[in-house]
Structures are given as structure tokens and as C-alpha cells.
């Protein structure tokens, strides 16, 4: 099965509720730079799936 868009991989979903779930727990910590980093840091991990699989798409090889 070819995966058309970065959004189909697994461990992007998984990232993405990892995501959503830091959100929710840290909701209240007032360690705000704690929380800005965990925050960051989790966004991290969804941002280098996508641009891992841009890297290996047609349109990147193209160039």
C-alpha cells in the first residue's frame, strides 16, 4: 500500500494524539517553560515525519 500523504503514516497519528494528550495534562502547569518546551518538543516529532516523507515524495526527488 503507497501512502499518498504524510497524515496516512502511523507514527504521525500516534504522534499527533501524543500531541493532543501533552496539551491536555499540562493544561494547568504553571512551569511555563517546562511546558512550552515539552509542547514544542512533541510538535517536533510531527514535523520531522512530514518532512521525512517530503523528502522521499516524487515531487522532492524531482528537484
Known amino acids: 500500500m503507497k501512502i499518498a500523504e504524510f497524515e496516512e503514516i502511523q507514527s504521525w497519528q500516534e ?8 496539551y491536555l495534562k499540562f493544561i494547568d502547569c ?3 517553560g517546562f511546558k512550552d518546551q515539552i ?6 516529532i510531527m514535523s520531522n515525519i512530514a518532512e ?10 524531482k528537484s
Not at 504522534?15 to 501533552?22: D, N, Q, T, Y
Open 52 to 61: 521525512g516523507f517530503e523528502r522521499n515524495s516524487n515531487i522532492a526527488q
Open 39 to 44: 509542547q514544542r518538543a512533541g510538535i517536533s
Open 30 to 32: 504553571r512551569d511555563y
Open 15 to 22: 504522534a499527533r494524539a501524543l500531541v493532543k494528550e501533552i
